[in-house]
């Protein structure tokens, strides 16, 4: 849908097929391409990349597919002077649903779309929670699907009979009207039934120094119910130690989110090719 539109304006598109950092900035400054889409796996590597290319021509970049972390989003407007800018929709959207429209916060992902509704409920009891308040966005709007073919009860899950379509996605109003997306619903961790959002210990882990990427999801415990896990990437010649990781949080951040389930040092985060955590492999390998 992105692109139709862009060809109906009678713009030129250049597609890339998995596509690494070089190729991107070499594709900007061949074609002269004014505006990017990509994902913030590729975005995070283009703000690291040698680069000798010209992008004069790049006015502005679009993030989707995967929460934006500000850290990435702030070392690529400081490295290349661009703002970047989030969307959001889903395949059950047809593509997006809402889209940021001038610089703000770079986490958000902006303001509905005309004639779409939205609004961001209590999962449990279906009630419409105030501005700032955690629960599951839904959305109303000529863009949701009919269904799932061939599955009516899939349908039914997610498609109430007033019909709203339930995301499975939390987020919340921000204090200017923005929406804020901050993970799954099912991957919501309970710690002493205290609910914790693995993003919002993710992202601060982005802020140590000596950490590359990282994903946290949550374990059994007896005692607890669930504690926190980290897996973690090292930056490259770090030498910092697992207990260097668990003080770090238990320094900053409530006993809830502190990582009594351990931290795990890997080469590399599984993702999609959009950049989702695939949080099962993790949970597999925990």
């Not at 005309?114 to 009891?125: A, C, L, M, R, V």
């Not at 607890?224 to 130690?241: D, Q, R």
Request: glycine share 10%.
């Amino acid at each position: 849908m992105v692109h139709l539109g862009v060809l109906q304006d009678g713009g030129m598109i250049v597609s890339l097929q998995q596509p690494n950092p070089h190729q991107c900035l070499q594709a900007i400054d061949t074609y002269g391409i004014t505006r990017l889409y990509t994902v913030p796996s590729t975005l995070k590597h283009l703000t690291t990349a040698d680069s000798g290319y010209d992008l004069s021509t790049l006015e502005s970049v679009y993030c989707g597919a995967a929460p934006l972390k500000r850290t990435i989003a702030a070392a690529f407007t400081e490295r290349f002077g661009i703002q970047v800018y989030q969307g959001y929709g889903m395949t059950e959207t047809t593509g997006l649903t809402h889209v940021e429209v001038e610089p703000g916060d770079p986490t958000s992902v902006g303001v509905l779309l005309p004639n779409t509704e939205g609004k961001i409920t209590d999962p449990h009891t279906g009630d419409i929670l105030p501005d700032g308040d955690r629960g599951e966005l839904c959305i109303k709007g000529p863009q949701v699907m009919k269904g799932y073919h061939g599955n009516r009860n899939a349908t039914l899950d997610v498609i109430d009979q007033d019909g709203w379509f339930h995301t499975g996605d939390l987020a919340r109003v921000s204090g200017d009207g923005r929406i804020v997306v901050e993970g799954r619903l099912e991957d919501v961790i309970r710690c002493r039934d205290i609910p914790v959002f693995p993003a919002e210990v993710e992202n601060f882990l982005q802020n140590h120094p000596d950490v590359e990427d990282s994903a946290v999801i949550g374990v059994p415990d007896t005692q607890s119910g669930e504690v926190l896990k980290a897996f973690v990437v090292k930056s490259n010649g770090s030498t910092v130690s697992q207990s260097d990781i668990q003080e770090f949080v238990e320094a900053n951040l409530d006993t809830h989110k502190h990582l009594r389930g351990g931290v795990e040092f890997l080469d590399q985060i599984p993702r999609s090719p959009t950049g989702q955590i695939i949080r099962w492999v993790l949970k597999k390998k925990a």
